[in-house]
């Protein structure tokens, strides 16, 4: 899945136990300015180093997965969590870097040498 967007915040990366570490990305994502929403990403492991180059700000679009899981506490009554983990972060601004321009550009035909050998009366 994907999403657009205006980068809210970012927040450092946090080692959650010895093998897991987190970081999260607040999205404001406008599909109806009157009522701007506020999606909470997180990255997880070697993918919060994909956030380094992202600042409050930017544009952005985000790829990511939705996960789910339930969960019983102790009095027996389940409960379901949603998340949204980025895989992916690309910058939309003008001049942002490799990730949004191409490499090379396509030649352009040569318009008015072609006319001038045409052996057409119109």
Known sequence: MEVKGKVYEVSP???VTDSLKKRELILEYIENPQYPEYLKFEAIQD???LLD????GDDVEVFFN???RPWTDKAGKKSYFN???LWRVNALAAGAGS???PEYAAPSPDIASSADDDDLPF
């Open 83 to 85: 998340s949204l983990q």
């Open 47 to 49: 993918r919060c180093a």
């Open 53 to 56: 180059a992202v600042k409050v």
């Open 99 to 101: 990730a949004t321009t």
């Open 13 to 15: 990366t946090v080692q």
């Open 66 to 68: 939705l996960k789910g």
